[in-house]
């Protein structure tokens, strides 16, 4: 038998005898004096002096680079970054994009491929900016701009980031044509990235694959920031061996570290697979769901929005399709509460399924009753999961959105999905590992050594580009020559100034293959109710 449920439905107010079940301190009280796990409390985290430095870059205009190793908070510093530029200009002409839709997604942005109008990007610059000026929408976002964020730089290429300055200078002038000397006429800009993680899938043939290479790249920037305090490990030999692994260099003792992580043994059900490729990914995630044997309910997501932003949502990390069962190990894909570890990250099980205040039983006793799932996550908290919304931002008006569970399988990963997640434990098969920074990716993700454990893992895996290792070798020699005492140093060479820390550590193919499926599909009625209703976030905290 199968059964229509509208995912987005489960917006509705549900008993106190789910909210009940909810943590202590997961949510604020509702009308009744009861917890409400669908809000989390707000939280504050203290900006580091490294971020406030940043914070104070941005502030007074300046355009920044930011990288740092994983772990660094650069994520966290972006959202922080965001808001403020919000404040400095009309909420309308900050852009936020990223280079990917995943990444996109992550900070309520677009891709930049979209924002700037340029397709794929593959012609040459005129032909480009011929697209941008026929394009009524793209030349309009390029003349009221502001401010202009870009997230995961890695993945873009030298040609891409030299056409888009060309394109910010013609369309907009005001400045002069100087292409080297000159910024992006008058746009703020604000770069985040890693060049060591997964880098641009690009041609060759003017041999400028990253984005540092750029011709127009150093008088782009005010200030180029290193991140370097760890927030994600704590201890100081995965530190260690995670920056060695990131330079494409370990020693002795780092390879007794990881020869120690290898195993033969078949992964422990609480470790989350990273494979490099999707196909491995979904045959151990559909092989799993089918070995429980249970009851499976599949949710789709409800979008909302036109073209080409409603293509962007399926490159985020909320699935379309959803498949649960209990039993079913889940991973958050959003922060719900920091401050009680419900971060996008976070793995648990699932236990039942609730709808209004009865347990779903074998016994279906309506077709259109909203179910939820009950998650015991591994920090041993026990919650009930909403959905969630992702939007897609251009300036200050919500373009897309998409409607889902936050959660995806998570038997396995992909190691590109995994990018900037947290994960407590982690099993990384590496025998199908590709290319520059892939192993570091896979092993910056986990927590502490107790967590890792790896397979087909060899040395020669280990891989850090050359140009890369290059760059940040001038950067740091930048660096040493300031002999800065308070952080900060001026290029008097008319380069931008260098911001670097202390150097201190801190410690689609879901298909199961069973009668036992409900397909969770939005009916009208339902989603008309969703549209009258607003949900909003205010500091961290979920109204309704």
């Known amino acids: 038998m199968k059964l229509l449920y509208p995912v987005i439905a489960t917006y509705r107010h549900f008993s106190s005898k789910i909210s009940t079940k909810s943590p202590k301190g997961i949510g604020r009280k509702n009308k009744d004096g009861v917890d409400d796990p669908k809000t989390p409390k707000r939280t504050r985290i203290k900006l580091t002096e490294e971020q406030t430095q940043v914070l104070d870059a ?12 994983a772990g660094t908070g650069k994520t966290f510093l972006l959202q922080h970054i965001i808001r403020k530029l919000k404040k400095l200009h009309q909420r309308s002409r900050v852009f936020v994009t990223a280079s990917t ?26 032909t480009l900016l011929h697209k941008v000026i026929s394009n009524r929408r793209a030349y309009r976002r390029w003349t009221r701009a502001s401010a202009l964020v870009i997230d995961e730089v890695s993945m873009l290429d030298a040609k891409i980031f030299d056409t888009l300055k060309f394109i910010a200078r013609e369309v907009r002038g005001g400045e002069g044509r100087d292409f080297e000397n000159k910024g992006w006429s008058g746009i703020q800009l604000v770069v985040s990235g890693d060049f060591f993680q997964l880098p641009p899938i690009v041609s060759r043939e003017s041999g400028k694959e990253f984005a540092f290479e750029a011709d127009c790249w150093d008088s782009s920037f005010d200030v180029q920031v290193e991140l370097t305090r760890v927030f994600r490990q704590s201890e100081a030999n995965l530190v260690k061996l995670l920056q060695n692994v990131r330079r494409g260099k370990v020693d002795c003792e780092d390879m007794d570290l990881l020869k120690k992580c290898c195993t033969k043994a078949e992964p422990d059900s ?43 949502l399926n490159q985020g990390i909320a699935p379309d399709e959803l498949p649960l069962c209990e ?19 976070a793995i648990g099980t699932v236990t039942e399924f609730w709808y209004d205040n009865v347990v779903v ?25 909403y959905p969630e919304t992702w939007d897609i931002v251009e300036g200050d008006k919500v373009v897309a959105t998409r409607k889902q ?28 590992a590709f290319g520059f920074g892939m ?26 580009h050359p140009k890369v290792l290059e760059f940040y070798h001038k950067f740091s020699q930048k660096q040493d020559k300031r002999g800065e005492d308070d952080g900060v140093s001026e290029d008097r060479g008319g380069s931008a100034e260098v911001i670097h820390g202390s150097n201190k550590t801190t410690g689609k193919d879901n298909d199961i293959d069973s009668s036992l499926v409900f397909r969770c599909k939005p009916n009208s009625s339902l989603v008309s109710w969703c549209n009258s209703t607003t949900k909003s976030r205010e500091g961290g905290v979920t109204t309704c």
């Open 405 to 432: 569970l936050p959660l995806i399988l998570a038997w396995a990963l992909s190691i590109h999905k995994c990018q900037g997640m947290t994960l407590d434990s982690l099993h990384a098969n590496l025998s199908r």
């Open 439 to 464: 192993v570091y990716v896979a092993l910056s993700r986990v927590r502490t050594l107790d967590g890792l454990h790896l397979s087909g893992f060899k040395p020669s895996k280990i891989k850090a």
């Open 327 to 345: 039993g079913a190990r889940v991973m958050l894909c959003k922060n719900l509460s920091t401050s009680s570890k419900l971060v996008n990250g």
């Open 101 to 126: 839709g995943l990444a996109a997604c992550a900070i309520k942005g677009r891709t930049l491929h979209s924002f700037a109008g340029i397709g794929l990007g593959m012609d040459d610059r005129q």
């Open 361 to 385: 039983s074998d016994l279906w006793k309506s077709e259109d009753r909203p179910v939820v799932p009950m998650v015991k996550f591994d920090s041993g908290l026990e919650v009930v999961i």
């Open 58 to 69: 941005i502030s007074s205009g300046k355009s920044v680079f930011i990288t740092g190793s």
């Open 270 to 312: 609480s470790a989350v697979q990273l494979y490099p490729r999707n196909q491995d990914v979904n045959r151990v995630n559909k092989k799993k769901m089918e070995d429980l044997k249970k009851l499976t309910y599949i949710y789709h997501a409800h979008d909302r929005g036109e073209d080409p932003w409603l293509r962007q």
